[in-house]
């Protein structure tokens, strides 16, 4: 009975452990012999069509200036409309919109608050343009960037266009620096989804494209970097990555701004997951299911393998002492993530002081302990996310309203 039970435990630990690891390192790896399913055309040459380039925006005051600058530096051959849909803010933000009108940039002001997909949504029944362009308010592109991702849709099988993220911090005393690595991990399954079954299921909410036509409207519980890339799939078009199309993305200026968007960007993709399937019926992703379950579903079903791990490992230290350097291992991850909490939390106060004092805040050595330890606290952070998320969802709690990430500056 001991051996059986032994057995199931260490089989129990063994599954969590690889369900916690196989979204990150087991499926790029069974991309490589990934049946394509999508097929590229044949690019078409003609005139650049119109776009329309909608920024969803609330209390963005800080960066709404910069980021319409931005834009309108942007080079493109065809017409361009910027459309700023402001989600009824209270700030200086539509007034700093409307000083760009002379220059073609439209203001299209809500009248109360009902969140970011339904300000995009009335932005797209106003928009004129052929294909639209999101883009958050508090990134700014590289030159070229919307110019990449229109040369990407000269391809009539493809339906919409991610940028990529190009994550970077204020400093070198960056708490959020996991979310880089996280960002850039991200990035390069993408590419190696896009070049073997070719197309992505998501994109990034800082920057995309879509044709009009197969843009539909967002409910309000969704978000619509899942949303729409999966419904353009479901219609039996591509979703592409434009890698010359890069959008700077600041990261978080703590761990407490990058845990709420966690917690917001989770809660959102359960919701959008149930939410689609309503829209397309359970046929319309059947090309991409493969994908879906292990892109997305099991890194979301991280906080249920993490805790299996633990009980199977606590089983497996009362049959036989031996398995205690295991746990051992566990508890090493767990407390370089809770003392990372710490040292963030003290560095946020050591800079909080400095600043009320006027002295240049003391900075903290870089050596690899400190480095494991953000790395570690980012994973802590994630999961703790995820368990939020998935109380929300089981409560049927989504976010109603939407409050914009606020992001370091630099």
């Given at each position: 009975m001991t051996i059986v039970l032994m057995a199931l435990a260490l089989a129990a630990m063994v599954a969590s452990g690889l369900g916690i690891l196989y979204p990150y390192v087991g499926y790029p790896r069974m991309l490589?012999?990934?049946?394509?399913v999508f097929k590229s055309g044949e690019r078409q040459d003609g005139p650049a069509p119109k776009i329309s380039v909608i920024?969803?925006?609330?209390?963005?005051?800080?960066?709404?200036?910069?980021?319409?600058?931005?834009?309108?530096?942007?080079?493109?051959?065809?017409?361009?409309?910027?459309?700023?849909?402001?989600?009824?803010?209270?700030?200086?933000?539509?007034?700093?919109?409307?000083?760009?009108?002379?220059?073609?940039?439209?203001?299209?002001?809500?009248?109360?608050?009902?969140?970011?997909s339904m300000a995009q949504n009335s932005a797209v029944e106003l928009a004129t343009g052929d294909v639209l362009v999101f883009t958050d308010a508090s990134v700014l592109l590289r030159p070229g960037a919307i110019a990449a991702l229109m040369e990407q849709m000269r391809d009539p099988?493809?339906?919409?266009?991610?940028?990529?993220?190009?994550?970077?911090?204020?400093?070198?005393?960056?708490?959020?620096?996991?979310?880089?690595?996280?960002?850039?991990?991200?990035?390069?399954?993408?590419?190696?989804?896009?070049?073997?079954?070719?197309?992505?299921?998501?994109?990034?909410?800082?920057l995309f494209a879509v044709r009009k036509e197969l843009r539909p409207p967002v409910p309000a519980d969704s978000v619509d970097d899942l949303y729409v890339p999966l419904y353009v799939v479901s219609q039996g078009y591509r979703v592409v990555a434009a890698e010359d199309a890069k959008a700077i993305v600041r990261r978080t200026a703590n761990l407490d701004a990058e845990f709420a968007r966690k917690v917001r960007t989770f809660t959102g993709a359960l919701f959008t997951m149930r939410a689609i399937r309503k829209k397309v019926g359970r046929g319309g992703l059947a090309k991409v299911k493969t994908h879906l379950r292990w892109h997305k579903k099991m890194r979301w079903y991280g906080p249920f393998f993490a805790l299996l791990a633990l009980v199977s490992n606590g089983v497996l230290v009362a049959l036989h002492p031996a398995f205690a350097y295991l746990m051992m291992l566990q508890m090493v991850v767990y407390v370089l993530g809770l003392t990372g909490v710490a040292a963030a939390v003290s560095d946020a106060e050591i800079e909080r002081r400095a600043l009320i004092s006027g002295k240049?805040?003391?900075?903290?050595?870089?050596?690899?302990?400190?480095?494991?330890?953000?790395?570690?606290?980012f994973f802590l952070l994630v999961e703790a996310a995820l368990v939020v998320a998935w109380l929300r969802y089981i409560f049927r709690k989504p976010?109603?309203?939407?409050?914009?990430t606020k992001r370091a500056e630099g």
């Open positions: 490589r012999s990934a049946k394509r920024v969803a925006a609330y209390n963005e005051e800080r960066v709404m200036a910069a980021k319409l600058d931005n834009l309108l530096e942007q080079e493109y051959a065809g017409e361009m409309e910027v459309i700023v849909a402001s989600d009824a803010s209270e700030d200086e933000t539509d007034a700093i919109v409307q000083r760009y009108a002379e220059k073609g940039v439209r203001l299209h002001r809500r009248p109360e608050r009902r969140g970011k099988t493809v339906g919409a266009v991610t940028g990529e993220d190009v994550s970077t911090a204020a400093d070198d005393q960056d708490q959020s620096a996991g979310a880089g690595f996280y960002t850039r991990l991200e990035i390069k399954i993408r590419r190696r989804e896009a070049e073997n079954t070719g197309t992505l299921i998501g994109v990034s909410g800082c240049e805040p003391k900075k903290r050595r870089r050596g690899p302990i400190r480095k494991m330890q953000k790395f570690a606290s976010f109603a309203t939407w409050t914009p």
